[in-house]
């Protein structure tokens, strides 16, 4: 009983004093500058790699700056993510990777600090455009990366060139799918994701946005050519592939699955899967993404991550001395060595290519085909209208140009009520 | 026989009082007086240092980009205003309290002026208020807070082209109120979306309530042996967090490669007389919005299932005995004396679970993304009300604003349906029990 | 007569058969989806499992390396320190408090906390930008004691409601007799009514330790230190990003989240056994 009444008064006492405390502002008082300058770097936590690379590479630039380098660990979409409101605050990093596609977001909504044009003289106009938004740059690029094709080696003797080939692999046995009578798994694809099937669009005359896709009034989703894209991709839903490769949730773990289990010859991913396929011990190779029956190529997006600083850093002079510093020849090549990410220097990119790691320089040449993600807002709307438009062809519900031009419709609509007058 | 001197005037105890303390001094009551005196000055300092500023903030929501904030200005704000009604409160009681003391002197009755009497009174009339006020204080700021919060920002043109710091946010009045109307392009839509969160709502709630219940009155029973075991299995699917169950049902129910349709489905057709055929789970809407109703059940009855297990253990014996001798069956006890006591314990919280499961939104993106297709505007076939709107409204290019007004309005009628389910209910009113 | 023993003997016999028919089915539904899940936390291959199958590369690997290449064991005790005192706050406030309701009338009773179990339906999306706000002014970022509180505060109205609805189904005549017989408040509360309360504390209890466990949001907000995450802020590293997802890892992580609270809900069975009989005869 006594032991209870205690209780109640420490409970009121606190209460009282938890309102005191949201009344008493007390500023968090800012750690005190000893002369050198410290630049926050952020790194991904979930590989190692990354802030092994950084803590290897940073002593040359303290030395040549007089100043420290902070590393501080935090998944890499959660930073940016964290960003808005970090920033402001003074909690966030001054320097860290983003993916190209959230470069023109965060960069346009004034988080990201420009950097001058003339930091990107030593990469090619694509180069540059993947941090372009508008006028200004925003940030350097790093890497690159792209959808390419991955065959099992010990199933399939040759990469296959065309889509002619991976058609024959398809009518081929040893990839039937037993539950599905008449259905195969030779070769997949999860073509119900948009950044699956861009490639496949992109190849017969598709694209999203007019004018280089900076103008969001011309969209080309529902054009001749994506038509027949989409037309081509339902003939694979329809007669080859089992019902499972239309679920939109789980086909890229259905095609992963297949494969690893020597049940598919063939399948488009990203280079981030051969890590999962080494560790299922496939004998895989990589290849060029076989050209279409069109005779065009498979022009997936063009991926990969820019160092970008913060709009909020306090030292924005010695941050671009480190997106300068970090993606320079040797240190994108040492990074490349550290994390397999396949360098944009041209200078390092050379030397990946001089190499023999196959899947470097597969992703190498799918990327001189690859067209760079739009960087205006309203990409957004696209991610998530084009998300069932596949499935409606697929599953027959829709003829391909019906459910294009009802997507492209509700984009146009969308487009109009969301972003206009802004 | 009445002392001259300690008769008081009610009307200037109250009006003292407008400062909180004073009235209380007027009153002869020392240490309640200065306490009050003391939370005044607190309050007036804060007004003068933070408060004021505050406000200004509030109202302009900044004035230079990036030196201001507009965001943080607006939670400073909302949490001044806080403070401020807090104070009001104090001021209130303090009129309230001043004007009883005040009559009690006149009425010659006892007044508690010294220090242990007065806590004495505070024990004994203010001890429910002493058992509550730590509650009342922690939910104003961690419930109420953010519900101002999203109410402010509905007024606001917080998007993705005004993120503060680097741009400023305004009052824009309505405008997004009737920007919403934007939705009225999208009315067939809407209407099917909202039809199927209906559906979903009642569906699946009432699901996993009802298999809660019969799962905690089952295993209650005496002579069953491992008991213990059975309740720990009952309890897993909830001990498990949702987020990786979720995922691996969504392979799970692959209408090729999954469990369901591979290994639950073929395994039943060897039971003589049963023959399924595979089912598909992701590719129909219909079977999508089954496996979701089924899930959620799977997910949600353990909950259920503690609650009432807890509850049933409220339930006298001697009214089963009694039943008993009555010649009653199992059935009877259950509907007679189970169920109504168990209703009459929890039914607040089941009528929250429908409301949660309204807003259930996590549950629809992970297993099939709102799929399969779409039912046109966005809206994919298996979308509820919640998701669609974030659909529509977050991503990489977020209206805040417009998000928060629809919260806002969609809250309004859940809270006015819900009210409604309380009264029908009778939640709130077995006052005629005390 | 004995028609009627014997029949009921059947009866018995049949209903016994059901009942462990119920259970044995529902332990299977429950158990299938968890093994499947449990086999991407087994694989030596990060692939998520499709089937229930058994030919696949058994291996203990992930836990390993959650181990000893993770802070797992740090986010682990993070978490334990937050749901403990999360469990203890939140059973003291709304055991306190349901109790007030059910037994006290007094000004702002009913409204009050109508209010707010009405007000708490609404799904705030500016939650965490709230939070954060009040986080910076008091100083409360990164600190446990605040993200504490939160979770608190978010359980209150809707346990207090139901600790009031058990509450009142304690028979007063209990409390009517002890206070002639001279019982304080405190007495009241403590000696008569907690312990006929138990079962539903013991609820209350593992429904407040179990909320930090799950909270995948909130506490990635607030928290900002590595070392200082909770066990699912931690995990949700390891699929944030599409493209270096380690489903295994995060599977075997989050099949030990369940372990401290399977072995809390062991012990607190306890409560569950005893019945109303246990208290006090009814009057």
Known sequence: ?422 | MKDKQNKKSVRKAGLLSLIPGLGQLYNGQLLKGILFLLLTIAFLLELVTVGIPAFQGFITLGTVPIRDHSLFLMVEGTLQIIVTFIFFMLMLFSISDARQVAKLWNASKTVNTSIPSMLKNVWDKGFPYLLTFPAYIIMIFVIVFPVLVTLFMAFTNYDFYHIPPARLINWVGLQNFFNMFFLSSYRSTFVTVLGWTIIWTIMATTCQIVLGIITAVVSNQDFIVGKRIFRIIFLLPWAVPAFVTIMSFSNIFNDSIGAINQQVLAFLNYIPLLHFQEIPWKTDPFWTKTALIMIQTWLGFPYIFVMVTGVLQSIPHDLYEAADMDGANFLQKFTRITLPMILFATAPVFITQYTFNFNNFSIIYLFNSGGPGDVGGGAGSTDILISWIYKLTTGTSPEYSLASAVTIVISIIVIGVSLLAFKKTNAFGNEGMM | MRRHVRSQRVNKLFSRFFTYLFLILLSIIILYPLLITAESAFNATSLAAFTLDWHIHWTLANFNQLFTQTLYLTWFKNTMIIAIFTMILQVIIVTLAGYTYSRYRFKGRKNGLIFFLIIQMVPTMAALTAFFVLGLIINGLDQYWYLTLIYVGGGIPMNTWLMKGYFDTIPRDLDESARIDGAGHLRILCQINLPLAMPMIAVQALWAFMGPFGDFLLAAFLLRTPSNLTVAVGLQQFISNPTSQNVSLFAAGSFLISVPIVILFFFLQRFFQSGLTAGGTKG
């Not at chain 1, 007089?66 to 979409?77: D, E, G, I, Q, S």
Request: proline share 5%.
């Open chain 1, 1 to 422: 009983m006594r032991r209870l009444r205690k209780a109640i008064s420490a409970l009121v006492v606190f209460g009282l004093v938890m309102t005191l405390a949201a009344c008493g502002s007390s500023g968090n008082s800012s750690g005190s500058t000893t002369g050198k300058q410290v630049l926050t770097v952020s790194v991904d936590s979930s590989n190692a790699a990354y802030a092994n690379f950084v803590n290897s590479v940073k002593g040359a630039f303290e030395k040549a700056n007089n100043a420290t380098v902070k590393v501080v660990k935090k998944p890499m979409f959660d930073q940016l993510t964290a960003l808005t409101l970090d920033g402001p605050a003074g909690k966030a990093p001054d320097v860290m990777l983003a993916p190209y596609d959230r470069v023109g977001a965060l960069g346009q909504q004034g988080q990201l600090l420009e950097v001058d044009k003339s930091m990107l003289n030593f990469l090619n106009q694509k180069g540059q455009q993947q941090v372009k938004v508008g006028k200004k740059y925003y940030g350097v690029p790093l890497t690159v990366e792209a959808l390419v094709l991955f065959y099992n080696k010990d199933l399939v003797k040759k990469a296959p060139a065309t889509f002619k080939d991976l058609e024959a692999l398809a009518k081929d046995k040893r990839f039937a799918f037993n539950t599905e009578p008449g259905k195969n798994t030779g070769f997949l694809v999860k073509w119900t994701d948009f950044y699956y099937a861009f490639g496949l669009y992109a190849g017969y005359g598709g694209y999203v946005f007019g004018n280089n896709n900076t103008n969001s009034k011309d969209i080309g989703l529902n054009n001749a050519g994506s038509i027949s894209a989409v037309t081509y991709a339902t003939h694979w839903f329809k007669d080859i592939w089992p019902k499972g490769m239309q679920d939109v949730k789980a086909s890229g773990n259905f095609v992963t699955n297949e494969f690893v289990k020597d049940k598919a010859g063939a399948v488009i991913d990203g280079p981030w899967q051969a890590a999962v396929y080494k560790q299922s011990k496939i004998n895989y190779g990589v290849a060029k993404i076989p050209t279409l029956p069109n005779g065009k190529e498979y022009a997936p997006f063009a991926g990969g991550k820019a160092w970008v600083a913060s709009a909020y850093t306090k030292n924005p002079g010695l941050a671009k001395k480190w997106l300068s510093y970090v993606t320079n020849a040797a240190n994108s090549y040492k990074f490349y060595q550290d994390s397999n990410e396949i360098p944009i220097n041209p200078q390092a990119q050379a030397r990946v290519e001089n190499s023999n790691d196959l899947l470097a320089k597969a992703v190498i040449k799918q990327y001189d085909s690859s067209i760079p993600m739009p960087s205006i807002p309203e990409m957004a709307e696209v991610w998530t209208t084009m998300e069932p438009a596949m499935f409606n062809a697929a599953s027959g519900k829709k003829t391909p140009k019906q459910t294009l031009d009802d997507a492209v419709s509700t984009l146009h609509q969308t487009i109009a009520q969301k972003y206009n007058g802004k």
